[in-house]
């Protein structure tokens, strides 16, 4: 699954077209790279994501394409919050 499709559907960014301008803007990282907004994400990727506010780090756990709003973040487990 693509990673701008990733943040949407677990419900870390709103919007696709949000997460897609965070990765073009280099604030999004995949164990450790800069990637794209069509980088393929995989079970059990680190991912960091820079806001103004700090850095949130998070693992993947699941990916698909549909979840309901309460199951959204059975998706990702956080390692990391905002510094």
Not at 18 to 33: D, I, T
Not at 62 to 78: D, F, G
């Amino acid at each position: 699954m693509r990673i701008d499709k990733f943040l949407k559907v677990s419900r870390i960014l709103k919007r696709r077209t949000v997460a897609g301008e965070a990765c073009k803007a280099g604030k999004v990282s995949v164990n450790g790279k800069e990637v794209k907004p069509a980088y393929n994400l995989k079970v059990g990727d680190v991912v960091e994501l820079g806001f103004a506010a700090g850095t949130l780090r998070f693992r993947v756990l699941a990916l698909r394409e549909t979840v309901k709003k309460e199951e959204a973040s059975s998706l990702y487990e956080i390692i990391g919050g905002a510094q």
